[in-house]
């Protein structure tokens, strides 16, 4: 009964998202509804706990990102910069080739450490003016800016600096360029195997006669052709994010220490010592400070261009930045309370008892990833009740720790991403599209993704490479 509980929320918050009702009403119901069927008065204390310190929390660390990035996306669009790429991407890439020029845009801004959030805001603009010159259906879109942003670059390609590909190294002892060959060769799967449905379906859907559409919501303004700044200027302002947020992911704890104290003697209004652990904020900091650097560098440079529609421009980012935080927050609340629950507790039990040791961190991160909606803190979850269990299963059987790291931080990046995760309902959010318009590619994006876990399990039990 407990299991059926946990289904039950989980089924009914992917319908109210799917058909498009708020997270943020929808999310708390669907957890204190689960809680109400468990134990009725737990249900207050449920709310204010778990559900609001979760969702606080969230928004307490990541708006900041939301809101930076929200409007450093703005201003790539109110400069003209994003039709400037656009420009140029078309004149020595093709308009065929649309899918593959976002896809890559993304990959370079995630794999050099932007955080996949921020790489949604910042390159939308330029990837609607790219499906609008090309007349590609923008109902395709999210489907390549996932593949880009969430897939390959987040947790499979070797070195990368997202959080998923990090978490595991705390428990196996390993290093973000674990298992080399299998990342790149699980990669190389995700990018061919997605490329070709994207393509498959943008024919598909011009073979119609569908164009890109009208009546759309969350258009990025239009520039005059004739004043377009130059595309290598344009480009600028990704590259100083990636190489700021590199840089300052590096010089930070230099600069702070293991951690950092405000003493009442500096700031004479506080009653105690507000003590910050560095460790803990070092990849919020870095995006914050890269995101700043990039919004400095646009404003600089074209300020001419922007001036005059900047407070619009950037009150409209803000509120574009507050649902999304908001709805990912809500999402974070929702994760935290399943979590929580007895039939949580079942479901990870029952995976246990998965014999193979690699389809087992496989089946049981991905699935767990999907129950919470999202990928770092399905692993998290997972890692922390099951680690052990994983790490003498591997050694049983002689596989090294490093593949056990590959395959579970891919596998925490394939379930993940259902129609409740805040990821995919941000993504909605900023291209002004709904779960109804844009979630097939999104999802057969998942799927994608689930599978080469298991072909990269597949190729080291056929190879031994690693």
């Known amino acids: 009964m407990s299991f059926l509980i946990v289904l039950a929320a989980l089924a009914f918050l992917m319908f109210a998202a799917y058909r498009g009702y708020s997270v943020i009403l929808f999310a708390p119901i669907a957890a204190l509804g689960a809680v109400l069927l468990t134990d009725p008065s737990a249900v ?34 109110l400069s003209g910069f994003s039709e400037s790429i656009v420009a140029a991407a078309v004149r ?58 969430f897939s390959f670059t987040m947790d499979s390609l070797p070195g990368t600096p997202q959080i998923q590909n990090i978490i595991p190294t705390t428990f196996f002892k390993t290093t973000s360029w674990a298992a080399p060959v299998l990342g790149t060769i699980g990669s190389l799967f995700i990018i061919v195997v997605g490329l070709a449905y994207l393509e498959w ?43 700021a947020n590199f840089m300052l992911t590096k010089m930070i704890p230099e600069w702070y220490g293991a951690s950092f104290t405000v003493a009442p003697e500096i700031l004479p209004g506080l009653k105690a010592p507000v003590t910050t652990p560095i460790k803990t904020v070092v990849a919020i900091w870095a995006v914050q400070g890269a995101l700043l650097m990039g919004i400095l560098f646009v404003v600089a440079t074209a300020f001419g261009r922007i001036k005059d529609r900047f407070a619009a421009g950037s009150k409209a980012a803000v509120g574009g930045a507050l649902l ?15 979590a929580a629950l007895p039939g949580f507790v079942v479901v990870g ?10 389809v087992n ?34 050694q ?17 990046g394939g379930m993940d991403t259902l129609p409740h995760n805040g990821a995919v309902i941000t993504l909605l959010a900023v291209t002004g599209l709904t779960h109804k318009e844009s979630y097939r590619e999104i999802f057969a994006v998942t799927i994608i993704k689930t599978l080469a876990v298991f072909f990269v399990i597949a190729v080291y039990y056929l190879t031994g490479l690693v």
């Open 201 to 243: 379906r943008r024919r598909a859907a011009m073979a119609k006669g569908e164009g890109y559409g009208t009546s759309l919501q969350n258009e990025p303004e239009r520039v005059q052709a004739a004043s377009l700044p130059n595309p290598m200027l344009a480009l600028l302002p990704l590259i100083v994010v990636g190489v």
């Open 361 to 394: 961190a496989a089946v049981s991160v991905s699935s767990l990833a999907g129950i919470t909606g999202s990928a770092s803190g399905g692993m998290s979850i997972a890692l922390a009740a099951m680690s052990d269990l994983f790490i003498q299963g591997a």
């Open 92 to 149: 020595y890439i093709g308009r065929s080739r649309a899918n593959a020029v976002i896809v890559a845009v993304c990959a370079l801004l995630t794999y050099g450490g932007v955080s996949l959030f921020v790489v949604v805001f910042a390159v939308y603009p330029f990837a609607a003016e790219l499906y609008r010159q090309s007349n590609i259906p923008k109902r395709l879109m999210p489907g390549a800016l996932a593949l880009g942003a």
């Open 324 to 338: 999304a935080a908001m709805n990912t927050a809500s999402e974070y609340g929702f994760g935290g309370v399943i």
């Open 396 to 412: 049983a059987a002689q596989i090294p720790l490093e593949v056990l790291h590959r395959v579970v931080a891919m596998a925490s």
């Open 44 to 77: 207050a204390p449920v709310f204010s706990g778990i559900f609001m310190e979760k969702m606080v929390g969230f928004v307490k660390l990541y708006f900041p990102v939301f809101m930076l990035g929200a409007v450093f996306g703005k201003l790539i669009e």
């Open 349 to 358: 039990n029952a995976l246990k008892s998965i014999p193979d040791p690699l």
